[in-house]
């Protein structure tokens, strides 16, 4: 392979050009230029996407299914189009598998409310690690209280990494009947070995939970490969509307699986005395979806097939390469989350300053990151801390960006009077 | 070093001072009231104590906790202002404090407010207007004896 | 008071400057005008609602809450800033009794779930109309199945209103725990006496859930008029987003439920042995919430308030009576549905003419109406008739519509060679 | 009356004539193959029941059901087309007739889909293709002995 190739990159220009998609990007904050270093609370939306949804709004809106009219069938058409785009985007195999909801969180509570309404009783164990988000925590709790079962919790290494060799210790014990692991952690960056996580329940007949909710935005997923039992993510961290989600589940699985929540679309016929399911993936979708917001998140799976996405990915591996480096010029720097698989974002604390002044005054700087405890309260348990600032990358983030929060925290130190 | 002037505003030397070496920072062993404070938006925590004489003045307060320069510099200045005067003012003081903290008054329009106007730049960031009122509401949580309170 | 001014009335060049704010409006359909009388399964949207979402994507969107930076405050105030809309629109005493849904069946879900779960046991009846959609029977059905809990089926009378003779004997029984009834019902167009339902019921210690879903889009609605425990309606038949309902409960009755789906703010903290629940509203709204959803249905509220609502709903019970006066032209007509007080709206069948047919040719001549059982069998069932055409109005349509369906309908009654 | 092309298209004499005298309309009372047949979307309901003698042709075929022209009329042309075909014969129009309903392929490449192609309107219709489809599943599904189906 030519040498010229294989080191192909992306240039800053072509970067310059991908902002341009982003109307946000060119806003000043406090007369600063906006510096977006919270993405993983939330992804930016390109105008394609924008667009997408003003023109469905103002040309092709109507409700879906059952509709014998041209509008609802041409929002029929796009609404299970990009249920396509999406079924093609994660590799899945059938688009009975691709189901939408409101979000990750929503898709989690379908997963737990379902499948483990039916496949989780009293003493079974849960396993949960200890990186997870609150919503791949608290769906689970509430199982547990219900049910009587137990939830076990995955360690995680000072790096930041699963703790692999607690986990295959953990699946050896009988009843453990879920997995429940993010692809990556929104608080530390990790990326986890989810395709050995899954290889190993699946061995032991342990269903997967992979939250993808942070793993969507920053890299190609194939959900065949990665061999997960349920996958789940958020449009709005990918570049899509808030207000919609998608649950990956293996058709066996959500074949056997009970309804969720009850309504229009998920039955078949009801009268007062016996209800019978529609098929997949309606019978997870009841009422008037998101319709507008589906639209939209195939636009995003539009965009983001448009780029070259491992470039894309190789660039964000400079970035936090570039922004651990810069980091450690700071006096009193502590990096939370060191793993050697990471995505683009570096959760950390400054010794002696409260993350929430770090945050303010990086906001009267321009620079949005965000500080607090990243709704994952057991992180911040397991490394002692109250909780963290977090800047996290997107692939339109820049060096110069990177300069900003970096001198923007040394006002910080100064301000505070940080010393080593 | 060129900070922007909402920063200036907010992060005056008093504020980075008490932050750095809080007053009254303790526990009061016996104290006649007591009230634990929590803002789980932000995480932060305070314990504030109060020994109040059967005059109803505040002979001593302290507090105890964890939390950011604005929640802290403010529990600080507060026991330090606190301290000699009567419950009732004190609860003026709780009053006009969370009025200007939130905008509905100028720190200029109250006289007794003046040390305390150095938090007044909180008001133009709702989101940490509850850092600088937490000590505050726990400091009239204990005087209603109530123990334990949430700004949530 | 003076005559004229009683008198008024909306002119039709007033409608004619409306409707120019509904781009949809202005397409052609097999090049005739489209003719949308498709409302009752969802309502169009007016160009502040769609630029006003656009705005919010392009310029201010960020995840809410929990943020310290400019643009997530600017996102949190324009959520809560809808919230409040919401809560004045509605006549809501607090801002606690306002949770952002996806929808009312999510809404309607939530009360079964979180109300019903804690409130309903073994041989409680919950009373529901034989006029609701399948939103408001599936949940309760559904918990009826889980607690062996009864549902029991209060009657409705030939012309489509709701049997308050035999609902008054219902109540009597002990155990009756909720009594769920639309204010209005999509099949049929009939208002039912919700403050009447609400009064009784209260009387005898009864919850009610009022579906408000068809309602919310043709008049003014306060919740506490009507004095229902809760309320709940859907943004999109309210012209504004898909993705995003509104649940109104009574403060003191949400306080004591538990929650429903569990993730990240509906929690104050959070370790593997213990949880505790956030405040109202956000106990009920687990995970990232439908924000820019949100931001639209306020400008849709917005939208509505700009509008003399009192006007257009007098206008629409006009263009019922003529909407129902043509149609009685059509040889072989019969009205589903003729209940003294009915918002704008027909449900009919043609004798000889199946409604698919119908609802397929007058798609030929640009008019658009939905034809099925419109998610509510059992109103089928209790007319015996497989499904009807229903034709719904919106206060932008026009008498000419009205012709245009009129004139479509005489067609297919030519070609299937009907006679009365 | 002016209607469009595509109704006059969908909706031709034949179709409302069978429609409105549907043939074989009755049931069997010892059929050797029978199912029924329901689209959930619109409520449409059909029996379909038949006799296939050891040479494997079909020697009666009858429907009994509930729906709109275009399913009643594709029953009832269904019914006397398949009529004395051998049940590869039954099967192999099925396949056409889904393809051409589906428009995967024009009624004029196959000369055994000629009395069908008064259906191929519905191609432009994706919500009224099963419609036109229900009876033909229908006899698919009798014919490998599966009892009951649904098209949704
Ligand atoms: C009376 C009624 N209730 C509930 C619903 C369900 O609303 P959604 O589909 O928006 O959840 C509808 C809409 O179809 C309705 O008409
Ligand atoms: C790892 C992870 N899981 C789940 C979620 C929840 O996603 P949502 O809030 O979109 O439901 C998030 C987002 O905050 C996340 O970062």
Known sequence: MNDSITKSKVTPARILEIRRDFPVLERTIQDKPLAYLDNAASTQMPRQVIETVSAYHSFHHSNVHRGVHQLSQEATDLYEGAREKLRCFVGASSLKEIIFTSGTTDAINLIAHSWGGMNVAKDDVILISNMEHHANIVPWYMLAKRTGAQIQVIPILDDGSLDMNRFSELIQQPNVKAVCVNHVSNALGSVNPVEEVCRMSREKGIRTVIDGAQAIGHFPVDVRSIGADFYAFSGHKMHGPTGIGVLYGRQELLEEMGPYKGGGDMILSVSFDNISWNELPYKFEAGTPPISQAVGLGAAVDYLNGLDRQLLSSYEDELLAYTTRRLMEIPGMQLVGTAAKKVSLNSFVIKGVHPHDIGTILDGEGVAVRTGQHCAEPVMDRFCIPATTRASMAFYNTFEEIDQLTDALLKVTELFDVTD | ?152
Chains 1, 3 share one sequence.
């Not at chain 2, 200045?77 to 903290?101: N, P, Q, R, W, Y």
């Open chain 2, 1 to 152: 070093m060129l900070l922007t002037n909402r920063s200036k505003n907010l992060y005056q030397e008093v504020i980075l001072d008490h932050n750095k070496s809080p007053r009254n920072y303790r526990a009061i062993e016996f104290p006649t009231h007591f009230a634990k404070g929590h803002n789980p938006l932000c995480g932060d925590k305070l314990d504030v104590y109060l020994i109040v004489d059967g005059e109803d003045v505040v002979q001593d307060v302290s507090f105890v906790g964890d939390g950011c320069a604005i929640s802290k510099a403010s529990a600080s200045i507060m026991t330090t202002i606190v301290k000699g005067k009567s419950v009732d003012e004190a609860k003026e003081l709780f009053t006009g404090f969370h009025e200007m903290a939130t905008g509905k008054i100028e720190p200029s329009e109250d006289p007794k407010l003046r040390r305390l106007q150095v938090f007044a730049g909180v008001k133009d960031l709702p989101a940490r207007v509850k850092c600088a009122t937490l000590a505050w509401h726990t400091l009239d949580a204990a005087l209603r004896n109530k123990q334990e309170i949430s700004t949530e």
